[in-house]
């Protein structure tokens, strides 16, 4: 359980440092772990806003005798960034540019800096840096750095320790060196020489035994680079930033890192090259290899299989895997001259077909090579392919692929036969195993498939490391290859090195610091691997029964499908990026770890495995903790292992409704579709904020609605169905509450397109006497048996037209889309089949084009249309049938707003506390692009939240697309 009481050093940094510290038990738990099977609560965390902050951080733990760690996206996968230390959580601010000097293709950066952002720095001046890693929309350059992290390009870039020219660092003792290229025969009297003079003597006195001792192999990154020390090594004159590359934090802070950059890669070309066997392709990456490219990558079986699992790669699968291979090797030529890449892609294919796997080789089983010399296609393929991990993490048992042996590195003339050993272990154990990523370089990243709930499971993870360490012996390879040694592979360094080198590193630690401020008990003094009192989870780790709102049967059905839900989520950081897609927009915003899918996830889990103490799931902390998401679920597509905290807050806020009561603001959003058809007959008194005096601020006291913010305008009318509707209609025309009471022009819109368009169509409802409703603001509020009861109602009055064969078409994303996520988890009638004819206007029409149907559209006045997409549209991929629609109608120009969440969200967006921070959300992207737009451009957006949301931020109007397509049509 997660100590709630604060640990005396926090309370000195918060004395220090104020806000900037985090203490109480769900902020320290939400650092307890890292992408690795580890878990252990910090004593406090520091979110510095300066590198002076870190400077009196490491004052304090001085004096205090308590360790510090520095961290940055959090994603290692060793335990190297979770400890019974101080955490200091530098991604948030130290996270500067310092310099970039283009002529010596250099730059100088500060530790959180991630690496995508400095590589877009990087582009106008046609430079990047190499070092490549999957993880590259949330990786940290101080954390790269003291990995030694190396990317798929490795073959042709190297390492980190290859790429780093020099660090700025803070010592144990408070003073500053900085590591860099020395002269040894210049070294002065400053302490810092002097630290310098006692590593290289170090060196000296251990030439031999690290000369025998350090791997001759493509990669390692075992324990302290003592090779950097060597006096042969960069020609004499060592480069000591060498010492602190891969360190993990164990030696110092870097304060500055400065970096060799390279010019960017030019053209490129890929081809995937298919075998029908897993030994195949092993054997083949040494002939591959001699073509000279910059990547050779694996995806095994399982691997392919479980990414066809996931929506948001199913489609880019389908362009470049053929049939059913056993393993697939990516290969990337980015030569200067493309006509040299061309020439080898064609290489590889006479290559596959010399070694007998060449599509159609008479008598050879199939196999060969899809060419991708396109960029839309190299950017699919290399997508998937950095989401290796993630895809493999999918897997919905209690039994996951652990990381433990996956960074082994051998000789690729030995990589057949030792993945085949390798085979013949997970064999012999009863277990199965994933491999895929850096062939090019003999490091695979295997992952044994075991169940660390148990016993028998951590007996065989210790037992497959023992053995697969002595297979790496016997080939002379590395057991450390890439991700680092943490807790997971420390303990090894004797039996893989040599006690005399183990002897070295503990010297190094030693003279850098004496008394074990930073990161101890990593590469030096590790506990042992398999101690399960590090573990996340450990004995007796389990949740109580306790039934769940939804059924969650991917994880195990309402009892335990919950807590299967929830540990999907595994650490390793997809929803930090700030680049493209959507999620996580409220982590955009604030840079909290608090507010972000994964720290969600992780409260969650603590919180109802009882280690957050008695009530923590109802309590004020878990609502802080939920406050900001905004249920977009962008998550349910874009994070990997889906990880579905729309769904999940649902779960948070009924046991909160059952435990608390609902609040009256809460309420009244609530059942609003309950007295909106009352409501209409008194517009005055609906929209007193907007006239009455002194209302906004009666509203924001009463109920905490923003003064600040006008609440929707009621009009004078409301939606009515248009007469002579069809009596077998192949359409039902669902009118949501929003469209109906607020803007009907917009359901009007829609039925003058449905029947320009020839589809005879009916109003879907009204049933019992009032109109149909999806139950959606009866979630947002946790009233889940209201949510039921109204999703029943409607289903109920739906169900006999899907059956035969209509369909339901409506406006509003986040209630049309209700009908396939919740209601299918929530009624035990309604299966996913029928939820999939509840259809998006677009989405109905562009089937409609498919079948072959007409759709006249003439062109509008605008000549210019800039589209923003709806959360939940984009979660279920339905903005191409929207754009799809927009591009028939002559002359128009549309461009798609690549935007996250607008920050509307419902109720989000009208709330006191939230209002501030839904539009900070809006201006990341969407609003500052709206201002920006020509006034003659239109403003299309299907969601009502969104429209609100460009109305008030950028005050132009935002219309439906049905609205455009009415007018298209009209003018045909």
């Known amino acids: ?38 878990q252990v609560t910090p004593q406090a965390v520091v979110v510095p806003e ?32 979770v400890n019974d230390a101080v955490v200091l959580d530098l991604s948030r601010n130290i996270n500067r540019i310092l310099e970039i000097d283009p002529e010596a293709r250099t730059a100088t950066v500060e530790p959180g800096v991630v690496l995508d952002h400095l590589n877009a720095a990087l582009k106008p001046h046609g430079l990047w840096y190499p070092v490549d890693v999957s993880t590259a929309s949330r990786a940290t350059i101080g954390g790269m750095t003291a990995n030694n992290s190396c990317g798929a390009r490795s073959i042709r870039y190297g390492m980190s320790r290859d790429n780093v020219l020099a660090i700025d660092a803070l010592l144990a003792d408070g003073s500053r060196a900085r590591f860099g290229a020395v002269d040894p025969e210049a070294l002065g009297n400053t302490p810092a020489d002097a630290l310098f003079r006692d590593l290289l003597a170090l060196g000296a006195r251990e030439a031999a035994e690290i000369e025998a001792r350090t ?42 890192i400065t970096l060799k950059l390279s010019p960017l890669p030019g053209e490129k070309v890929m081809g995937v090259c298919h075998f029908p066997s897993f030994r195949a392709a092993m054997e083949a990456v040494q002939h591959i290899v001699a073509l000279g490219p910059t990547a050779v990558e694996l995806f095994d079986r399982t691997i392919l299989e479980l990414a066809r699992r996931i929506p948001m790669f199913r489609p880019s699968l389908a362009k470049f895997v053929r049939g059913e291979p056993e393993a697939l090797l990516m290969v990337e030529f980015a030569e200067t001259d493309q006509a040299e890449n061309l020439r ?89 195993g994933t491999f895929y990523a850096h062939a090019s370089v003999g490091t695979l990243h295997v992952r044994p498939v075991l169940n660390l709930k148990e016993q028998a499971g951590v007996s065989t993870l210790r037992a497959i490391a023992e053995e697969t360490f002595e297979v790496v012996r016997h080939y002379r390879g590395a057991h450390s290859g890439e991700h680092g040694d943490g807790i997971i592979r420390s303990e090894f360094h004797e039996s893989m090195l040599g006690g005399r080198m183990v002897a070295a590193f503990g010297e190094v630690k030693r003279r850098f610091d004496p008394d074990g401020i930073f990161n101890p008990g990593r590469i030096v003094d590790p506990p042992r691997m398999d101690d399960r009192s590090l573990f996340r989870y450990r004995p007796g780790y389990g949740w109580p029964e306790r039934e769940s709102v939804f059924r969650w049967p991917a994880h195990g059905g309402a009892g335990r499908g919950l807590q299967g839900a929830v540990e999907m989520c595994n650490n390793n950081g997809a929803c930090r990026k700030l680049g493209e897609g959507v999620m996580c927009p409220s982590y955009r915003v604030t840079r909290a770890e608090r507010d972000l899918t994964r720290g969600r996830a992780n409260t969650l889990r603590l919180a109802m495995s009882g280690q957050l103490g008695p009530g923590a799931l109802t309590s004020d902390e878990m609502a802080e903790t939920m406050k900001l998401c905004v249920s977009c679920k962008a998550c349910r597509r874009e994070c990997p292992t889906g990880v579905d905290m729309a769904r999940m807050k649902i779960e948070v806020q009924a046991a909160r409704a059952a435990a608390r009561g609902v609040g009256l603001r809460e309420r009244l959003v609530a059942h609003l579709p309950r007295y909106a058809p009352w409501a209409r007959y008194l517009p005055w008194a609906m929209n007193a904020q907007r ?72 109003p879907a409802g009204p049933a019992r006497g009032r109109p149909l409703c999806c139950g959606r603001t009866y979630l947002a509020a946790g009233m889940v048996d209201e949510a039921r009861a109204e999703m029943a109602r409607t289903a109920a009055a739906l169900r006999p037209a899907l059956e035969r064969g209509a369909a339901v078409v ?46 006249p559209l003439g062109p509008v006045r605008a000549r210019r ?82 429209r609100h949301q460009i109305a008030d931020g950028a005050g132009r109007p935002a219309a439906h697309v049905a609205t455009l397509l009415a007018a298209a049509m009209e003018s045909a």
């Open 1 to 38: 359980m997660t100590d709630s009481r604060m640990p005396p050093v926090a309370g000195r940094l918060a004395e220090a440092l104020g806000p900037r510290v985090l203490s109480g038990a769900f902020d320290r738990g939400r650092y307890a772990t890292d992408a690795s099977i580890y």
């Open 50 to 81: 300066s590198l002076a902050d870190v400077e009196v951080a490491l004052d304090v733990a001085r004096s205090e005798g308590v360790p510090l760690l520095p961290r940055g996206g959090g994603t290692s996968q060793c335990g190297q960034t």
């Open 215 to 256: 791997p001759k192999v493509a990669r390692h990154v075992g324990g302290y680079n003592l090779d950097a020390l060597l006096p042969s090594a960069r020609g004499g004159r060592p480069n000591m930033a060498e010492i602190l590359v891969g360190s993990e934090g164990t030696l110092a802070f870097s304060e500055r």
């Open 344 to 432: 080898r892609l064609a290489g590889l294919g006479a290559l596959m077909s010399e070694l007998g796997f060449g599509w159609g080789v008479p008598g050879k089983a199939e196999g060969g090579v899809v060419e991708a010399p396109e960029p839309a296609l190299q950017r699919e393929i290399t997508e998937v392919r950095k989401q290796g991990l993630n895809i493999m993490m999918s897997m919905t048992t209690e039994a996951k692929p652990v990381s433990f042996i996956e960074d082994c590195c051998v000789d690729l003339p030995d990589l057949a036969d030792y993945t085949d050993r390798l085979q013949e272990i997970f064999a012999r154990h009863g277990v199965s």
């Open 691 to 762: 006239w009455l005096p002194g209302a906004a601020w009666a509203g924001e006291r009463l109920l905490g609605l923003a003064a600040s913010r006008p609440l929707p305008r009621w009009p004078f009318d409301s939606y009515h169905p248009a007469a002579g509707a069809a009596e077998a209609p192949e359409v039902l025309l669902f009118a949501d509450t929003f469209n109906r009471y607020f803007e009907p022009e917009n359901l009007r819109a829609a039925e003058r397109v449905l029947a320009g368009a020839g589809r005879p169509f009916a």
């Open 810 to 855: 409506g406006l509003e994303p986040s209630c049309l889309l209700t009908f396939r996520d919740e209601a299918p988890a929530l009624l035990d009638d309604w299966p996913e089949a029928l939820g999939a004819r509840v259809m998006l206007f677009e989405e109905y029409l562009a089937e409609r084009l498919d079948a072959g149907d007409a759709l």
């Open 865 to 946: 249309a800039l589209l923003h997409g709806h959360c939940h549209q984009k979660a279920f991929g339905q903005m191409a049938p929207v754009q799809r629609l927009l591009a028939r109608i002559p002359g128009l120009t549309t461009e798609l707003v690549p935007s996250s969440c607008c920050g509307g969200a419902g109720a989000f967006q009208y709330q006191a506390e939230t209002a501030e921070t839904s539009r900070a959300m809006a201006e990341l992207s969407l609003l500052p692009r709206v201002r920006g737009a020509d006034p003659e451009t239109v403003i299309l957006a299907d969601g009502t939240s969104c």
